[in-house]
């Protein structure tokens, strides 16, 4: 299958973790990848590092919008933090509409849109392009329609970051994508990155140990630790949340997901978007929950499988591991 990526890779190391999961994933074709609120094309850096790891300077990078449409801010990146990224990274400008044309060749060809950053780059293309997205299937990490499952933490839909950082963008993509899959945050609750995962993923080599450092930066900033003791429906040994890889399996097509096709609105209240059962709303199929065990194996086997083509390609060995076992 062919799949756009458009993401804000950058900050949480989950848009990282997803990347380098499509780069393995069977029989999927990566289009290209457009990034968004994206200042001087500094995320479209980072895109290009996580594909030089995996040896897959192929795929097109295009820096898209700046910032929300709606706050006219961007949005904190982690380039310039050694725990993430290597010192020297470039930045990947781009000129104005390069992404907005780059998204429109990936839907003229059939691409599913995998919108794992807020919705800026989508919403631009149906504005100054009307119709643009009619014909799109897309697949978003986002939209809050119903609270989490007992056990995990009480969010509401403020916590919904890519849906509340450009609501106007959100609610455009809403009307117009001519197909609507939302993955809800609370759907994706149950997907984790561990600790007990972690020495395999550095095994893997540059790209896993990447990953692994990320990772452990995200735990630390985030206050993991104390946020996994508050829940018993979390691992005892919680990194980060797979939000962003879930929302791409689902868009490459992995089923073992509770979903639902429903019909919804948005409500806007106190300037906080969120979406609501509504007969006379459109339908959007919901993402509303995950075989958290079974997303560990598929995400790690993909991973691994973009750490092995990369080594294939360099005729560099690399080390053997298997899928960690997962605990709780």
Request: aromatic share 4%; charged share 25%.
């Amino acid at each position: 299958m062919l799949l756009h990526l458009d993401t804000d890779l950058g900050g949480n190391p989950d848009d990282a973790c997803a990347l380098a999961m499509l780069l393995g994933w069977p029989d999927l074709e990566l289009a290209a990848i457009t990034t968004v609120l994206d200042p001087g094309g500094r995320r479209a850096g980072c895109v290009d590092h996580v594909l030089g790891l995996a040896g897959r300077d192929e795929v097109e990078v295009v820096a898209g919008a700046a910032m929300s449409s709606t706050v006219r801010e961007s949005a904190d990146l982690a380039d310039r933090d050694t725990r993430h990224w290597p010192p020297d990274l470039e930045a990947r400008p781009a000129s104005a509409g390069a992404a907005l044309d780059c998204l429109e060749r990936s839907i003229a060809r059939g691409a599913v849109v995998a919108a794992i950053g807020p919705l800026t780059n989508l919403a631009a293309l149906e504005l100054l392009r009307p119709g643009a997205l009619s014909g799109a299937e897309v697949v978003v990490m986002g939209g809050w329609v119903d609270p989490p499952a007992p056990g995990k933490p009480a969010w509401g839909p403020a916590r919904d970051f890519n849906i509340q950082w450009d609501t106007r963008a959100a609610s455009t993509v809403f009307a117009a994508a001519g197909t609507l899959t939302l993955v809800t945050l609370p759907g994706t609750l149950s997907a984790h990155l561990t600790d007990a995962e972690l020495p395999a993923l550095r095994a893997l080599g540059h790209l896993g140990e990447l990953l692994a450092q990320q990772g452990k930066a995200r735990a630390e900033d985030a206050g993991m630790t104390e946020l996994r003791r508050a829940h018993a429906g979390l691992p005892d040994d919680l990194v980060n949340f797979h939000f962003d890889p879930v929302t791409c399996a689902v868009a490459a097509g992995w089923t073992k997901v509770r979903s639902e096709l429903t019909r919804l609105s948005p409500v806007l209240e106190n300037d906080v978007l969120r979406f609501r059962r509504d007969a006379a709303g459109r339908q959007v199929r919901v993402i509303t929950d995950v075989d958290g065990v079974a997303f560990a194996d598929v995400w790690f086997t993909a991973v691994k499988e973009a750490a092995r083509a990369r080594g294939s390609r360099s005729a560099r060995p690399t080390a053997r591991s298997s899928a960690p076992t997962r605990r709780r």
